[in-house]
């Protein structure tokens, strides 16, 4: 679990702890505390897989406070990395932020002196890094639709490529086809589509001697620095404000704004439009906590608790909706996508394919109350938590298809035996193709309720011992317009007349369940 002033910080739903891209995190000189649960979790705390991290904010004071630092890191204080053989790019890493807080001064209308404060941070995370990769491109022999490939001592080595227009079956039954002569493909038999693809110099040329050959060709002959770049916004706001001694409230508004590449770019994409990695990957994240804390006694205490937290990532590759598959040469299909290519296997051709549009949104927004009472060496502490999740999901689609090469193995052959996968795609040969088209969004909706009993007791000075119990509820979920199909094994398919069918039932897609109990102990 991780949560900043109580309540939850990281993207919700799915987010893990340890991505930095899907946590709110804040500059250091505006923490006051920190807090790491390895094990025994308070029952306060759900939502956690054994372990959490909890931030507090500090407040403003009545006299004003800043700092400014900026943690910097080049080539010149990071050492190569052991195999790394080219003198890497300029590399750089700073970490900027500013952070002030004093009271609240509203000249002739209004001083906040022991009253009201506020805290402004500032942060900017801004890296620009790179390492030496060293992996495969097609040799210069391969675009040529040369698959001869010689080993040291001079001898073939690739597999045989067969013509797929000539797979036939035989008067005994077997299936086979014919091979290349010279093991070459002629250029007269690539495929008009993939000499348009090609004709856009898709592919970095190999640059060096290949580490190995195998049956497949080439191996390790492309060395080139990676690009990355990452950059992160983030700001928050609070204002603390004293009732009287006994009754104080602070609202904090966070929100991070990422901009940064997908991941390192595709070293062995020349044409940066089919790079995966080269497409912006904005991430924008908006946290809120107001918090009302009420001090009926030296030992009782009532702190109430609103928040609201949500992420949203979107990917729109520079190739969409621009017809590329009408400029390829490929007729009658969406241009909405660019065409991936792909392997017999499925995977992409050197790592290239921007794939296509999609977005997904997290958000939840709670409610929680928590009474703290003191008696003598224990301390007890009761709540409960009501939350409300969303979940909105635009899936990434290809209408204007994935294409799945094939045809130049010796049918029915071992895999990997015969056939080489580049081959395919200089053919056009397609053994499949795939269109899928996103006709709505995945959006469901749920609520949490949870209630806890927690007991710090401290028996001896040195020791303490807690424990104590959480129930939660967590209602099945449904979607915003009744837009779900599940798998019912008792249904009647109406095109088979067989037992099994996908069915749109609406409401819940399952059961309510009320037993989860949750003990803890810990000292």
């Known amino acids: 679990g991780y949560n900043l002033d109580g309540l939850g910080a990281k993207e919700p739903v799915t987010g893990a702890v ?163 002569a010279g093991n070459a493909i002629p250029k007269s038999r690539f495929d008009p589509v993939t000499n348009n693809f090609l004709a856009k110099g898709p592919f970095t040329a190999a640059n060096s001697t290949p580490g190995f050959l195998d049956r497949l060709g080439p191996h390790q002959n492309l060395v080139a620095p990676t690009t990355y770049q990452s950059f992160r916004t983030r700001f928050d706001i609070k204002i603390d404000h004293s009732f009287s001694n006994n009754h104080k409230i602070f609202g904090r508004y966070s929100q991070g704004h990422h901009t940064a590449f997908r991941d390192r770019w595709v070293v062995e994409a020349a044409w940066r439009l089919i790079d995966p990695n080269a497409i912006p990957f904005p991430i924008d994240q908006p946290n809120m906590v107001v918090s009302d804390t009420y001090t009926i006694s030296p030992t009782l205490i009532n702190e109430f608790r609103l928040g609201w937290n949500r992420r949203k990532t979107t990917k729109n590759p520079d190739a969409s909706n621009a017809d590329w598959a009408k400029q390829l040469g490929i007729p009658g299909v969406s241009g909405a996508s660019f065409p991936f290519f792909a392997t017999s296997s499925n995977a992409p051709y050197y790592r290239t394919g921007p794939g296509g549009i999609s977005s997904e949104v997290w958000e939840d927004m709670r409610m929680q109350d928590n009474v703290t009472k003191v008696w003598g060496k224990h301390t007890v502490k009761v709540g409960f938590e009501i939350m409300k999740t969303k979940y909105n999901i635009l899936a990434e689609a290809l209408p204007s298809g994935r294409y799945l090469m094939g045809g130049t193995a010796l049918p029915f052959a071992p895999a990997g035996t015969s056939g080489n996968d580049f081959a395919d795609l200089l053919l056009g040969n397609v053994n499949q193709a795939q269109f899928t088209q996103a006709l709505a969004t995945w959006l469901p909706r749920w609520w949490s309720n949870s209630w806890y009993i927690q007991d710090d007791w401290k028996p001896i000075r040195n020791l303490t011992i807690n424990y104590g119990v959480r129930w939660s509820y967590e209602s099945p979920f449904q979607t915003k317009y009744g837009q779900q199909s599940q798998f019912d094994p008792n249904a009647t398919d109406p095109l088979t007349g067989r037992k099994g069918a996908i069915s749109h039932a609406t409401g819940p897609l399952s059961k309510s369940r009320y037993n989860n109990f949750q003990p803890r102990v810990g000292f």
Do not use: C
Request: charged share 20%; aromatic share 12%.
């Open 18 to 180: 340890g991505s930095t891209n899907r946590v709110i995190t804040s500059s250091l000189d505006a923490v006051s505390e920190v807090k790491a649960y390895a094990t025994g979790m308070p029952a306060e705390f759900g939502h956690t897989a054994g372990g959490g991290l909890s931030i507090v904010f500090r407040s403003g004071t009545n006299e004003f406070h800043g700092s400014a630092e900026d943690r910097f890191l080049n080539n010149t204080t990071l050492h190569r990395d052991y195999f790394d053989v080219l003198k890497p790019p300029y590399d750089s890493y700073h970490e900027i932020s500013v952070v002030a807080s004093g009271p609240v001064k509203i000249p002739k209308l209004y001083n906040g002196k022991d009253r009201t404060f506020w805290l402004f941070g500032l942060a900017r995370h801004h890296e620009k890094a790179s390492e030496t990769f060293v992996g495969d491109v097609p040799s210069a022999d391969m675009l040529n639709g040369n698959f001869n490939f010689l080993n040291s001592a001079g001898q073939q080595v690739g597999n045989t490529i067969y013509d797929p227009t000539t797979i036939r079956q035989l008067a005994n039954g077997t299936w086979t086809s014919d091979p290349f």
